[in-house]
Each structure stands twice: as C-alpha cells, then as structure tokens.
C-alpha cells in the first residue's frame, strides 16, 4: 500500500497536513502515518488555544481522510506522553484543564507506539538493542496501559540527558539507534531527532531512516522564527522509499507559524 510518513508536527498540523492531503491526493497513496510530537513547541506553554484547535484539527482531519478511503495512523511521541499520563514536563502547557483536554483528544485520536510497515518498523524514537517491540505497542492505547506508557516515557538515554544507556522508543536518539542497534528490527523508521533532511543511515546489518524534518526554533527578531528542517516526507511503496519535498521552508509559512504561535 502506498504511504506518506510525516514526521513531528509541534503544533503544526493545521500548516504541514494541508500539504500532505495534497501529496496523498496527486500519489493516490492510501495510507498516511504520523510520528508524534503533536504537542508542545517552543514558548507555547500558555497558549492553550493553540492546542485545542490542533488536536481538533488532528480529529477532523484523520476522520475526514478515513472518509475517503486514507488510513491514518497516529504514533505517539515523547512530548505528547506526558499529557497521558498526568506527568506534565517543564515544556508542557502549564495549564490543568488544558492537560486534561489533550489527555482526552489524543485518547480519542487512537495514539499508539508502533506500526508495522512490511519489513520496516516505524516508531517515534526507534527500538535499540535495550528495548523489545511488545504486542501492545502495535495496538491504540487504552486506559488500562497508562501505567506502561509512563515506564517507557521515563526510560530516557544518556544521549538526551537520562541515565539509561539508551532511550525507549519514544525518547531513542538516532545516534543512539545506531550505536546499539536492534538486530530484531533492522529497518526502522523514526522521527524524534531532528534532521535537514530524510537521513538514511544503512550498513549490511540494518537501516535506519529519520523523518523529523520541521523543526522550527524562535528567534528574537523578525523573522522571529528559523525552520532548521527542510520538510521533507517519506513515501513508501513494497519495500522502496522516496523522499517528497513539502512546500514549507517560505516566507509564508514563517508567517502563519507567527500568526499561531505566542512570542
């Protein structure tokens, strides 16, 4: 089946997934996955508005793609696990009943930790060595399993500041997927780490691709923001990848990222 992959949002769905839908209509593709990271962006801890209409926006979009016949999965990521299981963070909104807001529309989003494409296994952050793909982790979280969705979102590695050797499939580094990589799972997929562009780190033993390519960081003059990502997306289709080029780094779209975001 031909898929998109789309790599962390922070708060960007209303502007990256436009542009998406428009790929997905020109390749006929049927299937779209997000890596997670809906949530959470630089400055943006009180602007609670923001979140509500992404996740709206999350919820309409991924209902109206169902409509017309375009599977839509939702991985869960490291910044949007807090808001599951109460645990807020330092870059989290600072808001409790927007907390609980999230908790519920991302619930209701169908989040889950992993999704098999073929042989490519396709996470957040990635599975090293350290961690073991479970059959729940293929499956929509429901309340019963908060309790492991916290474990996984405290297991952080050295690489970002933990004290594990290496980090869960939401917190995994890419240089820490192929320093200790996973010989179960050779091929992966991942976003989480921030990249210019579609990194593929491949060797005889595995294949390591990372899709996290919409960072954006605040500046304190006009512009006032940078996009340090390209904004490129993965295209799949049996077993081969291409990259597509999402019209993103522009002028533009600075200025929507302006108008949406607090400063």
């Known amino acids: 089946m031909k898929t998109i992959l789309v790599g962390d949002l922070h708060l960007t769905a209303q502007i990256i997934l436009p542009m998406v839908e428009e790929n997905v209509k020109a390749m006929n593709c049927r299937r779209v996955i997000l890596l997670g990271d809906y949530m959470d962006a630089y400055n943006q801890t009180k602007n609670i508005n923001l979140y509500m209409n992404e996740l709206d926006y999350l919820l309409m979009w991924k209902s109206r793609m169902k409509t017309i016949g375009i599977e839509v999965i939702t991985l869960l990521g490291n910044h949007d696990a807090p808001y599951l299981t109460f645990n807020p963070k330092y870059y989290s909104l600072m808001d409790s009943s927007g907390i609980i807001a999230v908790h519920n529309k991302l619930m209701k989003l169908g989040v889950q930790i992993a999704f098999q ?12 060595e350290d961690y073991v793909l479970e059959e729940w ?7 019963s399993i908060i309790e492991n969705i916290a474990w996984l979102n405290t297991h952080i590695g050295g690489k970002r500041g933990g004290q594990y050797i290496s980090g ?6 890419f240089e820490e997927l192929t320093r200790y990589p996973n010989l ?4 992966q997929i991942v976003g989480h780490t921030p990249q210019n562009k579609v990194k593929i780190e491949c060797n005889l033993e595995t294949k390591i691709i990372g899709i996290d390519t919409f960072t954006v960081i605040p500046l304190e003059q006009s512009p006032y923001y940078q996009q340090l990502g390209t904004g490129e997306v993965l295209l799949y289709e049996d077993g081969k990848i291409w990259t597509l080029s999402l019209n993103w780094k522009n002028e533009d779209i600075i200025r929507k990222i302006d108008s949406k975001f607090d400063r």
């Open 184 to 187: 179960n799972y050779p091929k």
């Open 168 to 173: 869960s499939p939401l917190w995994a580094d």
């Open 137 to 143: 982790h293929l499956k929509k979280i429901s309340a």
């Open 117 to 128: 494409l073929e042989d490519y296994l396709v996470s957040h952050a990635g599975y090293t």
